[in-house]
T-cell receptor
Framework: DADVTQTPRNRITKTGKRIMLECSQTKGHDRMYWYRQDPGLGLRLIYYSFDVKDINKGEISDGYSVSRQAQAKFSLSLESAIPNQTALYFC???????????FGSGTRLTVV | EDQVTQSPEALRLQEGESSSLNCSYTVSGLRGLFWYRQDPGKGPEFLFTLYSAGEEKEKERLKATLTKKESFLHITAPKPEDSATYLCAVQADSSGSARQLTFGSGTQLTVLP
């Protein structure tokens, strides 16, 4: 099994719909992150979490929310999807000092 | 604001033709510089971490070096299986306790047989 598992792998949704992307990890790390990747822009941080009770906004959090259900689970929600949220989304986890990032395989989201 | 710029955006090499990828950065205190490899449809895969100017690390045909302003990823005698997008990222003092990474937009490498 992969260290970081993201579901679904691909999703097409309509404008205005609510959608949740899920992430689970088996690394035993406390830190988890959600990044978004767009062509030519690199990966940008959406939200990050140090533990179940600690959630923080990243560079581009508007339009997104997250939930840390357990140490191993971190989900990303789009409350009302819009077309410019079409992107590749990655979940990652890291050790205590932020080193040793491990990424999931990504979710390709298309909003039509 | 921390910035990471990678060049070239795309690079095509013949098998065996050595070359270098560049990552220039502007940060307020570098904690670490990271190189990742990303294959189509997959997440970034960790290659190297460099912490201070003058440091070098090697793995098979890849060698990463670091100066105070930039990092190079040298690829010696590449093979078609080295084809991928190579991402550079920095972790800076400005990231505080978050320790998040700031990524460049990547170099897409194609090695032709």
């Amino acid at each position: 099994d992969a260290d970081v598992t993201q579901t679904p792998r691909n999703r097409i949704t309509k404008t205005g719909k609510r959608i949740m992307l899920e992430c689970s990890q088996t690394k035993g790390h406390d830190r988890m992150y959600w990044y978004r990747q767009d062509p030519g822009l690199g990966l940008r941080l959406i939200y990050y979490s140090f533990d179940v009770k600690d959630i923080n906004k990243g560079e581009i959090s508007d339009g997104y929310s997250v939930s840390r259900q357990a140490q191993a689970k971190f989900s990303l929600s789009l409350e009302s999807a819009i077309p410019n949220q079409t992107a590749l989304y990655f979940c990652a986890t890291s050790g205590q000092h932020g080193y040793g990032y491990t990424f999931g395989s990504g979710t390709r989201l298309t909003v039509v | 604001e921390d910035q990471v710029t990678q060049s070239p955006e795309a690079l095509r090499l013949q098998e065996g033709e050595s070359s270098s990828l560049n990552c220039s950065y502007t940060v307020s205190g570098l904690r670490g510089l990271f190189w990742y490899r990303q294959d189509p449809g997959k997440g970034p895969e960790f290659l190297f971490t460099l912490y201070s100017a003058g440091e070098e690390k090697e793995k098979e045909r890849l060698k990463a070096t670091l100066t105070k302003k930039e990092s190079f990823l040298h690829i010696t005698a590449p093979k078609p299986e080295d084809s991928a997008t190579y991402l550079c990222a920095v972790q800076a003092d400005s990231s505080g306790s978050a320790r998040q990474l700031t990524f460049g937009s990547g170099t897409q490498l194609t090695v032709l047989p």
